[in-house]
């Protein structure tokens, strides 16, 4: 009985419980300043506390604006398809260019680029252009 007490805290001491995790970075190809405003500060999923509430991109600058855990034991896949607006709706943000606000919501998941990295692991890229944000020079 001794021994199976034994094997059963080495096994939970050892197990693991993986999870995957999305990495959500914005790319600016614009010569403007893009500021994202989100409108949460915390969620289940989000890791906000490590960002701030408001991100701001340089010209040719690219940052993560989010990381967000999936529940556990479950791998990396394209989020949007398993789950719909789940991980998305902890991205709402307003987008300013060169502190004007733009009407253009960039969160919604069709301007974002997914790429798995690993069984754990994917990111999503947004990359801002003179385009997506329809800015005429």
């Known amino acids: 009985m001794k021994n199976l007490f034994y094997i059963f805290i080495l096994l939970t001491l050892f197990s693991c419980d993986y999870q995957g995790s999305y990495t959500f ?9 893009i500021e994202f405003r989100f409108y949460y500060e915390s969620s289940q999923y989000s890791s906000s506390e490590e960002y701030g509430q408001t991100i701001n991109l340089s010209q040719g600058e690219e940052k ?27 991205l709402v943000f307003d987008t300013y260019v060169d502190s004007v606000k733009i009407e253009k919501q960039l969160w919604q998941p069709e301007n974002w680029i ?21 800015v005429n020079e």
């Open 25 to 33: 970075k914005a790319k600016n190809e614009t010569s403007k300043n």
């Open 64 to 90: 993560i604006i989010r990381i967000i855990d999936a529940p556990l034991n479950s791998e990396a896949h394209d989020c949007l398809k398993e789950h719909g607006m789940a991980y998305f709706n902890e």
């Open 114 to 134: 997914y790429e798995k990295n690993s069984k754990w692991s994917a990111d999503y890229t947004l990359i801002i252009t003179d385009e997506l944000i329809d």
